[in-house]
């Protein structure tokens, strides 16, 4: 009898739970995608610290059969500092030994690396997620994916300015401006850069003829850059070939063949990125020499 008024109450209770004491242990598969490369980040971070106290381990028993006092006093102390924290960045980095450094920068550069290439492997999964909410008019639920990727991005993938010259995919383009915007300008916008892709079209520019636009996408097909050459430096034109092929000519002013590009050819072009408006830009464009 006792067991029984026992189940009864129990059930009660549920029953008059509130739904949000229910809801909260719902985790939307945007959060659940995010937590799994935290979770992998965490588990690489281990993996790199470990390597990390063998190579230190090795490093003072080094130092020591050469009698080398203060260097085996700095490696034993960093060992320590290692297990007490189970961290490593560049405010770590010690002046001496310089031996202790070149291991440190080598692990801090291996880790950034693998953690990079996670959140690389992530983002295009949480843009699609961020894509299909707000098309489908889920905006809140959106704004939260579009946190998750901020969080991600800037938690473990430093934001580096874009050396003058560098070649940049375009897909790895396309994804840093679907994934967050301000941070990609911060990376590409007014940096002059050349992007590699896969010719998709050409046309000239509508608004302006003196102008015009060969476009450029990555292996997925999601979303486009668009270059811009100017008339006045380039000559452009078409070239039937057989089986209805068409090859684009460009020249420069001077008449030079500069190159013949074909649809669906994988192509460099160098420019100025000026950011995202509907296609990411990349104005004053010119062949890569």
Known sequence: MFFRRCLS????LLLAAPVSL???TTVSPAESE??????????????????????????QLTLQKTADLEGALAVRAERQRVKAEQSLSEKDYAAEPKALRVVQLQMVTKMRELIAQLVQ???????????TLTVSGKLDEAVSVRA??????NDHVPVVRADPGAVVGAEALLLAFAGD????????????????GILGGYRQDPADTKSFHFYLTGSSGSGWVQCAFSATEFRFREEKGSFGATTFVITNKDGDASGRWQKGQTVEVRGTCTGLDEVVRLDRCEMPK
């Open 22 to 24: 229910f809801a909260q």
């Open 34 to 59: 995010a937590q799994k490369c935290e979770d992998r980040i965490a588990s690489v971070r281990r993996e790199v610290l470990g390597k990390y106290d063998d190579a230190l381990g090795e490093l």
């Open 9 to 12: 109450c129990l059930g009660a």
């Open 148 to 153: 998750a990727i901020e969080r991600l991005q």
């Open 181 to 196: 915007r301000a941070r990609a300008d911060k990376t590409y916008k007014g940096q002059k850069i050349t992007v590699r």
């Open 121 to 131: 492997e992530t983002l295009p999964r949480l843009i699609e997620f961020k894509r």
